[in-house]
């Protein structure tokens, strides 16, 4: 052959041979092609409508102000370059013990693990242990997380807040890095990528561009299949109605299940941070449900999803508008001026602040109050304290306050970062490697349906309780004028707290035993912030504990507790009722001075963001 000829091409008649017997599937060339170009197609859409909506201004290129935190912590390990060198030898000394074990394996002779995850989901995959390559991958990936987070943990002179949000950055990146996370270091992604040809990967690319389309260039994990829900309809379906609404929120009155009913309504304070609905998901795990079945009259508020035109209302009016426009409401509806109060989470802290308003200008219509998974004090506010420095909320005001409202992703974002293995991760897995679709879950269709809060009442949250903490201070805060003391509440208080809470850490929300001054009780229920109070009788999932005395000392507490089986709810329900039995016959919305204004769930609560 010349120099200059070219060799010649393969014949159309000649067929690539195929990769099926050695167990991979030949991919179909013309799907292939027609995805790659509609995948081309997209991603150009999607960067350029991402790129017209960027704002002129410069961009702050460190918002959460992580740089400094990791600046002040390397300038720190420098000056004790002793302790940094040691971390280095053992680091080193057990990755040479992994190399000679590997070896070992490879001739088939046993060895141990230098280091295991037995509970890791990450690695549940048998190759992770048995295939010698893989099992290499894992301990090595585990031995220098762990030496990651061991140096950072242990660095001299950091101040505590500096020192939390360096140790849960390098826990994200270190979650990022896990092998498990990538084509090449997941042997599940590689068996079903040889199994189909690659079809797993056009099927994960296409959904992650459909992700990015949804928002809008930004990243919106799909955690669930979102088309098999629909609020009203198979979720959030106990009945009842709409008997009041304002600005802020709607008062939904649920039908009774029982011929008499106890003479005292029930009023639930959900947070606007989320949907009431977590609270009436399926029949068999509604607690709406299940406390309608105990004779009890249930109003739930259901706060609205707050736009631009919200951005002035504040943590006030919250008050104003949500519990003390539905004590109003409920005594027009069922003629009782006593309630039972619970709030949840963020509906809590409103409900303790409100007692204290309601204690300072002798308002006695709330009888007793329960708190599930509630902060008063905020000194040691848990992970979510690592989002809360100076420079990180003047840069949320300053987004929020050119919009009105803090956007709903945000926030949901934040949570996610909490647990990011479970709300991150293992989706990126599914869903982009996999090419796997979302289960469906209603637990996370409530946690995607994010909402917006108003610019004004989240900034005085961050900043009067979470930054300051001045909710656990006498007078620390003003409410309608008048100063907010916890400790004049004498209102009997149940606390319900979970051993897990990533949000609201247990041994925080102990602190509210000591700051309200009534007969208090705490329950602490086994799972986190969601599964521990969602965990009705019949599913008999969780236990929790209980103790009579409330030592100052969570700890204290813990080790005298008793543990029980099952659900925390009968207990509730009993200390209710140590607190009146009195019945009346079943009352039903609309039967008193306020008619129905719709069908439960409401209107407010199907506003979904886009």
């Not at 893989?134 to 031995?143: G, P």
């Not at 068999?284 to 209302?313: C, M, Y």
């Not at 069922?334 to 002798?362: F, H, P, Q, R, W």
């Not at 407010?604 to 886009?610: A, C, F, G």
Request: hydrophobic residues 40%.
């Amino acid at each position: 052959m010349a120099r200059n000829d070219k060799p010649a091409a393969p014949s159309p008649s000649k067929p690539l041979p195929s990769l099926e017997p050695l167990g991979f599937k030949t991919p179909d060339p013309e799907v292939v092609s027609r995805s790659m170009a509609d995948i081309a197609e997209r991603s150009q859409r999607i960067v350029a409508e991402w790129l017209k909506r960027q704002p002129e201004q410069e961009h702050n290129a460190d918002p959460l102000n992580i740089g400094r935190a990791f600046m002040e912590m390397t300038t720190r390990l420098m000056t004790n370059p002793a302790r940094m060198v040691q971390a280095q030898l053992g680091f080193w000394q057990d990755y040479m013990t992994l190399w000679q074990n590997t070896a070992k394996r490879m001739m088939g002779i046993e060895a141990p693990d230098v280091i295991d995850s037995p509970n890791d989901r990450r690695f549940k995959d048998d190759a992770w242990k048995e295939n010698e390559v893989f099992d290499f991958i894992r301990q090595s990936y585990l031995l220098s997380a762990r030496y990651v987070q061991d140096v950072v943990a242990h660095v001299d002179g950091l101040d505590p807040r500096t020192a939390q949000k360096v140790d849960f950055y390098s826990r994200q990146f270190v979650d990022a890095m896990s092998p498990s996370n990538f084509l090449m270091t997941n042997p599940e992604v590689l068996r079903k990528t040889a199994e189909t040809g690659g079809e797993n990967l056009l099927k994960g690319l296409n959904n992650l561009l459909t992700d990015l389309e949804r928002g809008k260039g930004q990243l919106h994990i799909k955690m669930t299949d979102m088309d098999a829900f629909k609020v009203g309809e198979n979720i959030g379906v106990s009945p009842g109605k709409v008997i009041y609404q304002n600005d802020l929120m709607q008062l939904i009155q649920y039908d009774p299940a029982t011929e008499t009913v106890l003479k005292r309504p029930l009023l639930i304070g959900p947070p606007w941070i989320n949907k009431f609905y977590i609270l009436d998901l399926r029949p068999r795990n509604s607690f709406v449900r299940w406390a309608v079945s105990q004779g009890h009259t249930v109003f739930v508020i259901s706060w609205v999803n707050p736009d631009a035109r919200l951005a002035e209302k504040d943590f006030e009016d919250y008050m104003t508008e949500g519990y003390l426009a539905a004590l109003d409401a409920i005594e027009l509806a069922t003629g009782e001026k006593e309630v039972d109060a619970i709030g949840y989470c963020l509906g809590g802290t409103l409900l303790a602040s409100t007692l204290a308003y309601m204690a300072a200008v002798n308002d006695k219509r709330i009888k007793t109050a329960t708190f599930f998974v509630t902060m008063m004090d905020f000194t040691e506010a848990g992970e979510l304290g690592v989002f809360i420095d100076e420079e990180q909320l003047r840069s949320l005001e300053e987004k929020m306050n050119k919009r009105g409202y803090l956007e709903g992703s945000e926030m949901a974002t934040t949570f996610n970062m909490l647990r990011a293995n479970d709300l991150i991760w293992s989706f990126v897995v599914n869903n982009y490697l996999l090419g796997n679709d979302p289960f469906p879950f209603d637990l996370l269709y409530w946690n995607a349906d994010s909402t917006r809060m108003p610019a004004k009442m989240h900034s005085f949250y961050l900043r009067n309780m979470y930054q300051q903490n001045l909710l656990a201070k006498p007078g620390g805060i003003h409410l309608k004028g008048v100063p907010i003391d916890l400790g004049k509440v004498k209102t009997p208080a149940y606390f319900l707290s979970t051993r897990e809470d990533h949000i609201a850490p247990w041994k925080s929300t102990y602190k509210g035993t000591q700051l309200l001054g009534g007969k208090n009780r705490f329950v602490l229920a086994a799972s986190g912030h969601i599964a521990g109070v969602v965990n009705p009788p019949d599913g008999g999932k969780y236990g929790h504990w209980i103790n009579q005395d409330l030592p100052p000392d969570p700890d204290q507490w813990f080790e005298g507790a008793t543990e029980m089986a099952g659900s925390w709810w009968p207990d509730w329900h009993r200390w209710t009722l140590s607190f009146g039995k009195a019945e009346v016959p079943a009352r039903h919305p609309g039967d008193g001075k306020l008619k129905a204004i719709e069908d439960a769930p409401g209107s407010y609560v199907k506003l979904r963001l886009s």
